[in-house]
C-alpha cells in the first residue's frame, strides 16, 4: 500500500503536492478562499471542494509566505 504522506511545495506559481502516487499543481487564481483553523488550513477551489493543509509541521515562515501569496492573489482568508 502506498504512504499517505504527502509533500507540499509553495512558490510564485502556486501550491504543488506529491504523493507516491501522484502530483498535483494548483495555481494561486484556481484557490478561491482559504480557512484557517489551529490545526490545518483549507484551500478552497469552489464551494464543496477543497484541499486541506495539515499545519501541525509547518514552519511559521511557510504560513506567513501562504498568507503574502494569498493577499497577491486577493484570496479571501478567513479564521475558523
Known amino acids: 500500500m502506498p504512504s499517505m504522506r504527502a509533500y507540499f511545495d509553495f512558490n510564485e506559481d502556486g501550491v504543488t503536492s506529491k ?22 488550513w483549507l484551500f478552497f477551489y469552489d464551494k464543496y471542494t477543497f484541499s486541506t493543509l495539515p499545519i501541525k509541521t509547518i514552519k511559521h515562515e511557510t504560513l506567513e509566505y501562504i498568507e503574502q501569496m494569498a493577499n497577491k492573489n486577493k484570496i479571501e482568508i478567513k479564521k475558523l
Open 19 to 40: 504523493t507516491e502516487i501522484g502530483t498535483s499543481i494548483i495555481k494561486w487564481k484556481s484557490i478561491i478562499k482559504i480557512l484557517k483553523h489551529d490545526s490545518a
